[in-house]
């Protein structure tokens, strides 16, 4: 419908690793990491702890957020962080 509406700004994301099948949209990762560089954009979407506040849950710190989103956008990935 872009012809309608304007451009596209919507993101097609799927957990299918087979790469015939993630490459209708991006690939997403949950809570995973791809271990290298890749050609074509990937997400993770994770979270600080739980996927959910539980107050005995040890949270990442903002230092290991910020490194953890370094190498994920270094190997063409975009961190969709859950609080």
């Known amino acids: 419908m872009p ?3 304007g451009k596209n700004k919507a993101v097609y994301a799927q957990k299918d690793i087979k790469p015939d099948v993630y490459k209708v949209g ?3 990762i949950e809570r995973g990491m791809q271990s290298e560089i890749v050609n074509h954009p990937w997400q993770t979407d ?4 739980d996927w959910y506040y539980n107050v005995r849950d ?3 710190t903002p230092k290991q957020v910020l490194a953890m989103l370094v190498d994920i956008v270094s190997k ?4 969709l962080k859950l609080s």
């Open 58 to 60: 040890d949270y990442k």
């Open 26 to 28: 991006v690939l997403d």
């Open 76 to 79: 063409n990935g975009n961190l």
């Open 46 to 49: 994770t979270s600080v702890g």
């Open 3 to 5: 012809k309608i509406h």
